[in-house]
Each structure stands twice: as C-alpha cells, then as structure tokens.
C-alpha cells in the first residue's frame, strides 16, 4: 500500500456521493475513486442472483486496477445482498451500508420507524435480522420508493424533484397501519438523504430523518487510523454507463471534488 492507494466508493449511482461527503469531512487527505455502476442503474429492482454477480465482479476487477487501501459498498441494496460474498473473495477491507435500524430504535420516542430503501432492500433477511436484534418492542414499517432514486439522481444534476414521487413515498409509509405515528424515518438508501429537505416538508416537522453516512465515515477513519495519505489533484470517478455528455453530473462530481472521469 501506497499513501496514494485510495479509499474506493461504490455505488450504483450517484447516492454513494452522501457517504462519500461525510468521509471526506473526516479524512480530507484521503485519496478517492467514486464508482458508479450507472449501466445497472438501478439495482432495486433487480433480483438478488443478478446483483450479487454485478458486484461481486464489477469490485474484483476494480480491486486489481487500482489496490484500494478499502472498499466502501455505498450501497444499501448491494450491502445488504452481497457485503458477505465480496469479503469472501477480495482480501481488501470492506465497509458495507446498513440500514440505520439501530439508531432509529434509540431515536424513536412515539416507537413506530418508517423505512424507506429499494424494493430489493426491504425484503432483505439482513433487515429482519436488524429489525429483531435492535428494534424489539418497536413497529418496523417498510415501504420500497424507487420513485426517490429517480428523483435524487435528478435533484443531483440541478432539475427539480418529482413532488408527486416524494408524495407517494411518504403516503406509502403513513398509509399503513400505525403510520400516522411515525416520529423517525431511516433513509435506507444512500440515495435518499439527497431528498431530505423536500422528504422533511411533506413529513412534517416532528419527523426526524437517519443514514448511516457518518456512522461508515467514522468507521473507515477508524480502519485507516494509522495509515499515512497523499491526495493527488483531484479525485477520479468510474462511471460504467456512458456519460461523456452528461454535463450535469460532470459538475455535481466536481461538487464533491472529484474532477476526472473514466469509463469501466
Ligand atoms: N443507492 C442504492 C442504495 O443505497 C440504490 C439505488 C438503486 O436502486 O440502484 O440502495
């Protein structure tokens, strides 16, 4: 390892940005290369078989080219469905995303969490088994809104936010049993805190919002304690789909500081 290895960040789109920001605010001398696996966006309706395949391969290859010092999953429906393979076969330290099932169960005063992540997320065993260990005596409410992963890969290159998208994703948390009730909402995708200004006013003020991008920042500052970091110019993100015109997004990655771009 040099100390210009970087720390590699994986998403399927842009929502792994979110994570990426927080880590930065930590480790500002750390080199990083953003993936976006655009090509496949999005991964919430895809089925666990193609998405573990996807990742599994996709950071095989990324971990050849560039011996990242880590890897982030930057993703909770990739987490959730493939964190264990990927570890099985890369020897390279993997921070995963899960959903903020902990802290909301903490957070919670009225008892009833509302969850919102991808179709494929929600259904994870992985999140039945959070929900058991930390959220016991509590009411799990759980709604897929991949209408907010459009909605946030928009907002990110300055077009305004579908408000019937966001509309619907909260009524299909406060529709059901309960759901009038909910105080705290986990944003179980890492697209989704892109929304929250717009996710907030259609909740209502009494409704309190939590990721897990401080909570894997801290944690991948504390893997990369002891370690030494040199920082070239500028970052470099990987997009696999093709978007040498894709103007909009050419800024917001500047936005996050990252200044070069390259094909996988
Ligand atoms: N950002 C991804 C997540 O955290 C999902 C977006 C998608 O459906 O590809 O789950």
């Known amino acids: 390892m040099h100390d210009s290895s970087p720390i590699l960040m994986f998403d399927s789109g842009v929502g792994g940005l979110t994570v990426l920001a927080e880590t930065r605010a930590l480790l500002p001398g750390a080199h990083y290369i953003y993936v976006a696996d655009s090509a496949a966006l999005p991964y919430g309706d895809k089925s666990e078989a193609e998405i573990a395949a996807r990742v599994c391969g996709l950071l095989g290859r990324l971990a050849e080219r560039y011996h990242p010092r880590l890897i982030c999953i930057a993703c909770n429906t990739a987490s959730t469905i493939a964190l264990g393979m990927v570890r099985e076969v890369l020897e390279t330290p993997i921070v995963g995303t899960v959903p903020a099932i902990k802290p909301a169960a903490e957070t919670t005063q009225s008892g009833v969490i509302g969850l919102l992540g991808t179709a494929a997320t929600v259904r994870q065993p992985y999140v039945d088994q959070l929900e058991a260990q930390f959220a016991t005596g509590k009411t799990l409410l759980r709604?897929?809104?991949?209408?907010l992963v459009v909605a946030a890969e928009r907002k990110l290159r300055g077009e305004q936010p579908d408000s019937a998208a966001i509309a619907a994703a909260v009524a299909g948390l406060r529709s059901q049993p309960g759901g009038e009730r909910i105080d705290t909402v986990v944003l179980a995708c890492t697209h989704f805190p892109l929304l929250t200004e717009e996710l907030a006013k259609e909740f209502g003020a009494?409704?309190?919002?939590?990721?897990?991008?401080?909570?894997?920042?801290?944690?991948?500052?504390?893997?990369?304690?002891?370690?030494?970091?040199?920082?070239?110019?500028?970052d470099l993100a990987i997009i696999t789909g093709d978007a040498s015109h894709?103007?909009?997004?050419?800024?917001?990655?500047?936005?996050?500081?990252?200044?070069?771009?390259?094909?996988?």
């Open 143 to 147: 709604h897929a809104a991949p209408e």
């Open 206 to 234: 009494d409704v309190a919002f939590i990721d897990g991008a401080q909570g894997i920042a801290r944690r991948i500052a504390y893997l990369t304690r002891c370690q030494a970091f040199t920082r070239p110019d500028s």
């Open 246 to 264: 894709d103007t909009a997004l050419h800024r917001a990655l500047q936005h996050y500081g990252i200044g070069r771009i390259a094909r996988l």
